[in-house]
Nanobody
Framework: VLLQASGGGLVQAGGSLRLSCAASGGTLGSYWMGWFRQAPGKEREFVAT????????YYADSVKGRFTISRDSARNTVTLQMNSLKPEDTAVYYC??????????????????WGQGTLVTVSS
């Protein structure tokens, strides 16, 4: 599976952005599709994930109620809708795919395929 992320940019605090991750080269039925982010000087952290089959979702506490992850089976695409953005959301965002299990679906080790990052900058 290959992943191509897009949609980052510069936005003011309180604004919205939508990130997309297009998957190709494989079937996603047993995969979890996640978004992680890495701010300067910090470790990469979990943001949100969705199980391709069934649509179960999990979110980091820091983004619950503001971010929504969804999938489009026809286009093999996962979208992260980010609303009410805060300066602390500034980071490089990465999409990822993996045959995680529930207990690892919110951790880096649950994913073995990564897209290139896309930069999200939220100004105050």
């Amino acid at each position: 599976v290959l992943l191509q992320a897009s949609g980052g940019g510069l936005v003011q605090a309180g604004g919205s952005l939508r990130l997309s991750c297009a998957a190709s080269g494989g079937t996603l039925g047993s995969y979890w599709m996640g978004w992680f982010r890495q701010a300067p000087g910090k470790e990469r952290e979990f943001v949100a994930t969705i199980r391709w089959s069934g649509g179960t979702t999990y979110y980091a506490d820091s983004v619950k109620g503001r971010f929504t992850i969804s999938r489009d089976s026809a286009r093999n695409t996962v979208t992260l809708q980010m609303n009410s953005l805060k300066p602390e959301d500034t980071a490089v965002y990465y999409c990822a795919a993996g045959r995680a299990i529930v207990s690892t679906s919110t951790t880096l080790r649950g994913y073995n395929t990564w897209g290139q990052g896309t930069l999200v900058t939220v100004s105050s």
